[in-house]
């Protein structure tokens, strides 16, 4: 098919088009320099601007590849988002989530800590728990079976958790920034699980020569350990021993002194014996049940509750002076009492029913009350000037305890007229806080006390190794004073090279 003939458009153009296009054009007036001058610097401008603009627009660009790409990259690699930061967050809660980003660059995980628990005699661990029932009427057959045996609750628990911790399978031991290693050659630091605290009661308000001897165990330890060629190796400095309560280890705490004790203060400890730098403050294991209730006063009649030993040694006589002047106290209630089972249900009553509670000094500057106070959500009251905390490094006590210094409690009305001005809003505000914070008291958690010991325990390892290599190059000296390493290395007037 012969495709139709192209046709041309016509295409008629205005007349005034038309004429414009054929007219002449008229001449130009030539322009001033001024104006060429004006006109060549607006041209110079615009394109310098438009320059800029470019120059600008690629800036912003490039600074937001840059962005996308190390965003992209460094999210990648951690298994989560680094937690916004927050001002309402307490110094716990920021301690939390830090703690949950110690990863390196790579997205590694930082290394546990290795320990290496010794496979103890019987005598150090169970046997301590039979001599115990024995002492309170067991026969020896019901006791036989270790595997029958548990260890009997009271406020030096800690021992026992920490030895059922690293008993634990790995997988269970979840948060926990110690590992239980097999292999000594292997290990960072030795955990020495003796029951020490325990030993020490076992003959408590028992006849003399019943048997079982303190002493004995603490010199048979010592004479057992210094046999061990991890001890010998670094002179004890990489071991860790538990002497939870003030009294325990005693005997022997000059021979032991190089390894990292934990215990609930330095009460009965020279400062080279221990020191905070070396140490680690383990707390109490509370007897008094945690307050489940809602926060507020409406249910908290008492203003200021006590129950406890009015009379102890030492530090402990503010306890005589504080009832003298507190037991006549309106809303005040102030109780002598023992440990039994029965004072602890009046205990936990009173707690939970108290807006404050007293925790003066014991024999020695902590005590068991504390703690108990802390679950109770009972606001502690703290008369103890010489008072060690657990955990201070992440936990600010001033925010939920009151700290009132010895001689300004003794002074007749003072206590408890600064305790009346504390209005409820600000007795709700401890307690918010104390329920941020009481996991670190609760050895039951599993992110709680245990962990927490493991990790300042752990954070000791770079002064470890630094005292394992100094103690290495140091020559022997006799000297009558200790000097001013005694702070940091626990050296007293002998220091010996291996």
């Avoid at 060429?36 to 120059?55: D, E, G, P, V, W």
């Avoid at 079982?212 to 165990?217: G, I, K, L, Q």
């Avoid at 106070?373 to 955990?391: A, G, N, R, T, Y």
């Amino acid at each position: 098919m012969t495709p139709p003939p192209e046709t041309k458009e016509k295409i008629t153009i205005p007349a005034q088009i038309s004429d414009r296009s054929n007219s002449k054009p008229k001449p130009r007036k030539p322009k001033s320099p001024d104006a060429l001058n004006l006109q060549t610097l607006i041209t110079h401008m615009a394109r310098k601007s438009s320059f800029l603009k470019k120059a600008l627009i690629f800036v912003l660009l490039f600074i937001v590849a840059i962005y996308v790409f190390f965003n992209s990259v460094f999210n990648s690699s951690l298994p989560f988002n680094i937690p916004d930061f927050d001002p309402t967050l307490t110094v716990v809660d920021r301690s939390q989530a830090f703690a949950e980003i110690r990863h390196d660059f790579s997205g590694n995980q930082s290394p546990k800590v290795k320990v290496y628990m010794y496979d103890l005699p019987t005598r150090f661990t169970f046997g301590i728990i039979q001599q115990h029932a024995i002492a309170r009427g067991a026969s020896k057959d019901s006791v036989a079976d270790l595997s029958t045996l548990k260890y009997p609750g009271h406020q030096h628990m800690h021992e026992w958790y920490l030895f059922a911790d690293l008993n634990r399978p790995e997988k269970e031991r979840v948060g926990s920034p110690v590992i239980r290693v097999m292999d000594p050659s292997e290990a960072d630091l030795f955990y020495v699980p003796v029951f020490s605290s325990l030993s020490l009661i076992v003959n408590a308000g028992r006849p003399a020569g019943s048997g079982y001897s303190d002493e004995e165990m603490q010199d048979s330890l010592v004479e057992w350990l210094e046999k061990q060629q991890w001890w010998g190796r670094n002179n004890g400095w990489d071991h860790v021993i538990i002497a939870g309560d003030p009294n325990a280890m005693y005997r022997v705490v000059d021979r032991v002194k190089n390894a990292v004790l934990l215990v609930a203060d330095f009460g009965r400890l020279r400062p080279d014996q221990g020191s905070l730098v070396k140490d680690v403050i383990i707390p109490y294991s509370h007897r008094i049940s945690a307050y489940t209730g809602e926060l507020g006063v409406e249910n908290r009649d008492t203003l200021l509750f006590f129950m406890g030993n009015r009379y102890r040694k030492d530090g402990g006589k503010v306890r005589d002076l504080l009832f003298q002047v507190l037991e006549s106290e309106e809303d005040v209630v102030i109780k002598h009492g023992t440990q039994s089972r029965e004072n602890r249900r009046a205990a936990s009553k009173g707690m939970h029913t108290s807006k404050f509670c007293l925790n003066p000094a014991g024999d020695t500057p902590s005590a068991c009350r504390l703690f108990d106070s802390i679950v109770s959500l009972c606001v502690p009251v703290i008369v103890s000037d010489s008072i060690e905390l657990p955990f201070e490094d992440v936990i600010d006590y001033r925010k939920f305890s009151i700290f009132v210094h010895t001689d300004a409690a003794l002074e007749p009305g003072c206590l408890v007229k600064m305790l009346r001005k504390v209005s409820p809003k600000r007795i709700i505000e401890y307690q918010k806080q104390m329920t941020e914070v009481r996991r670190y008291y609760d050895y039951t958690n599993p992110n709680g006390t245990v962990n927490e010991i493991w990790r300042q325990v752990s954070q000791k390892l770079p002064l470890i190794k630094l005292m394992i290599n100094r103690d290495k190059r140091l020559v022997k000296r006799e000297m009558t004073e200790p000097d001013c390493s005694c702070m940091c290395s626990n050296t007293t007037g002998i220091v010996s090279s291996f």
